[in-house]
């Protein structure tokens, strides 16, 4: 699937006689349990909208999910027939939200996790045309079903992403966020794992303007299902940091990997000099020079690479506006359609 495409400009105000829409989307899988609660705490009214709808995203559930969501008046569920992982739900979420019409999407979790109420307070900056992405900051420190150690790795991986991503998030891996109609046309999710690192990574990379506001979180109603062991998460949150750096700013990545054995060589070759003009064998001193002839050779190697792959993401950059424009025509096939 092609890459999202670079900002091209912020959606214009709706039309007089359009309604702004505001879609509440939640990826779910086996919430029948969790999601009456849920539900329940939703708003079916949010100051700068006319309309608020929600809609679920069963992702191969084998419970009740999507017979719950319907009976509880969810307006539009999409079901997948098998689980596909958070990341595509999220995606499949996002694409029924712009076919419905919406301006703005919020994503929420199905466990309740995120207090419902600060819906207002996350859409507020997009309404405000102050943001095209905004994240739900949650109070770490506050969270009691976190441990010490789970919370020193959000502080951790948080900032990883904030170096990665040049954004300012201080919660990276919130998935309660709110979303423009022209932000969700753009990004794309290349991880099945989630999707909450690799888009403020590609957020970035795109220029969009990401902003993070406070939000409050309600006590824990299950085990995190994405969370199954604190090694499991540090892998594969690790795998997704670095493959969205590599993908979306390689020059960058490429040469922070080249910068290591470029340092080891410099070394080398400083120390052999020194060996060479106040020792008595400078022919002995031979092994140190090939040492750091081959770690420079390295560096240089790495450092083409990254070269290339900057070059090929430009190529990348083109694709994803082709992409996008094919999904706006899709999305927005024309006036008084699907709006």
Known sequence: MADAAPVVGRRPEPEPGRHRKLVIQIPCYDEAETLPATLADLPREVVGFDVVE???????STDD???????????????????????AAFVAGLEAALRVGADVIVNTDADNQYDASCIPALVAPILDGRADLVVGERPI????????????????????????????????????????RETALQLQVFGRY????????????????????????????????????IPQYIWRSAQTIVRSFALYKPFRFFLLLAAAPAALGVVLVVRWAYLVWFTEDPAGRVPSLVAAAVCLLVAALVAVVGLLADLLSANRRSLAEVRTALRRREFDPGDGEGR
Not at 197 to 223: F, I, K, S, Y
């Open 54 to 60: 929600w809609l679920v995203v069963d992702d191969g």
């Open 194 to 229: 989630s999707y909450t690192m690799e888009t403020l990574v590609q957020a970035g990379w795109q220029g969009l303007d990401v902003v993070g506001v406070p939000v409050r979180v309600n006590p824990a109603t299950r085990p995190s299902r994405l969370v199954r062991s």
């Open 65 to 87: 999910t999507a017979r719950v969501a319907r009976d509880l008046g969810v307006d539009h569920v999409v079901s997948f027939p098998s689980n596909r992982g958070l990341a």
């Open 141 to 180: 420190e506050a969270v009691d079903e976190f441990s010490p150690l789970k919370k020193r790795l959000q502080r951790v991986g948080s900032a990883i992403v904030r170096l990665a991503s040049d954004t300012d998030v201080r919660d990276a891996a919130s998935g309660f966020r709110a979303l423009s």
